[in-house]
């Protein structure tokens, strides 16, 4: 697969060339992608098995879980991730991020400016935007020269920039971040957009990994620190001051004001006071932070690029233990509290409750 420059020197693409890499050879892997033109154009290919294929994301919808990967792989589990099968996908680049507002209708987001909406829990997808979409919704709307000159770019560059986080407010709104400040905002369920790049605090157009909402409460991360944030809904945001200057690659922000971010080489930050203070928690292992949920009993949990998951204790990191994973570039809690971890290889069902219980047998500390 041909790999875009945009992310070339973070951590996502540092996972999607492993991805690449190992494709060929991975039981689960679909032939290698066209051109991303053509990939737009042409649906995802049959996957045999694509519980052991590269994913990078999951959510849940309702009893389901839905995943996406590369080559517009979508899989669907109705058995808390036991079984998987491959849904129809329109397109065939990589998906690097899926949410969903409720039970039936969710958003997936990926390679060449893709954004995709379902309204069936993950069973078909509707392809709403792509990289051509973009510079043309771009180029409409702008207004000042810095605008239009950008658009231009835009333009010219053809549908070659990854969205990289999706933020939904309900079935209808959503705003789609990611590489070069791209920001597209769509109040009627991705029929119709809106560019949201004058609107957010990025002067030097740098990448947005993380989107993260609680209520009116937004808050945006990127590369060089790069942080934003909304208190009314999206309608002003403001530049925070970062307490690190590299990337932020996942967090959290919780509806009891609590915001944690994550990144490069093991940094992970927390404030409870909207960005005002941040208190550094301490990371056992210097490697990239590559996830963040909370699990089934509100428990942050994260995941590193050493294969690690780990929980917060206080103000460190503590690793679950849990064989090591193989890059994991996502966490998902299930019901039965275990945990879905996703990346190079597939799905992994992570079991927290019995790495205690063995942990305590040995006298290790878990």
């Known amino acids: 697969m041909r790999l875009s420059l945009v992310i070339a020197t973070t951590w996502a693409a540092a996972l999607v060339v492993a ?12 032939t290698p992608a066209a051109p991303v033109g053509d990939a737009l154009q042409r ?13 990078l994301s999951a959510a849940r919808a309702g009893q389901r879980l839905v995943a996406v ?37 969710g958003v997936a987001v ?7 909406t379902t309204a069936d829990a993950g069973a078909s997808w509707t392809l709403r935007l792509d990289g051509r979409r973009v ?16 658009a231009a ?17 309900d079935a209808k709104r959503m705003l789609a971040v990611g590489a070069y400040g791209l920001a597209m905002h769509s109040a009627d369920g991705g029929v119709t957009w809106q560019p949201w790049m004058d609107r957010l605090p990025n002067p030097k157009g740098l990448h947005w990994y993380v989107a993260q909402r609680a209520g009116d409460t937004l808050l945006l991360a990127g590369e060089q620190g790069l942080l934003a944030t909304s208190t009314d809904g999206g309608r002003n945001f403001r530049a925070l001051a970062s307490p690190y200057a590299g990337s932020w690659f996942t967090g959290d922000v919780s509806a009891s004001g609590e915001w944690l971010l994550a990144g490069l080489r093991g940094n992970v930050w927390r404030s409870i006071d909207g960005g005002a203070q941040w208190q550094a928690l301490a990371s056992p292992v210097p490697a990239s932070i590559t996830a963040a949920v909370r699990g089934s009993n509100g428990q942050l949990l994260l995941a590193s690029q050493a294969g690690l998951v780990l929980q917060v204790q ?30 190079a290889t597939g799905v992994t ?6 790495d205690k219980a063995k942990a305590k047998e040995t006298g290790e500390r878990p």
């Open 19 to 30: 991805q690449g890499a190992t494709a060929a050879a991975a039981p689960g892997a679909a």
């Open 349 to 354: 069902l992570v079991s927290p409750a019995e």
């Open 135 to 150: 510079a043309a919704a771009a180029q409409q709307a702008a207004a000042t020269p810095a605008a239009q000159q950008e």
């Open 110 to 116: 990926g390679h060449a400016g893709t954004v995709l």
């Open 69 to 105: 990967g590369e080559r517009g792989l979508v899989a669907l589990s109705d058995d808390e991730g036991r079984t998987w099968r491959q849904a129809p996908c329109p397109v065939s680049v990589s998906l690097t991020m899926v949410r969903f507002a409720d039970a039936r209708n």
């Open 43 to 55: 649906p995802a290919l049959a996957t045999a098995a694509p519980e052991r294929a590269v994913l």
């Open 153 to 169: 770019r835009l333009v010219a560059d053809g549908p070659d920039k990854p969205f990289l986080d999706v933020l939904l407010w």
């Open 314 to 343: 206080g103000q460190a990191l503590v690793p679950l233990r849990a064989a090591p994973l193989a890059l994991p570039s996502a966490l998902l809690p299930l019901r039965d509290g275990r945990l879905l971890a996703l990346g």
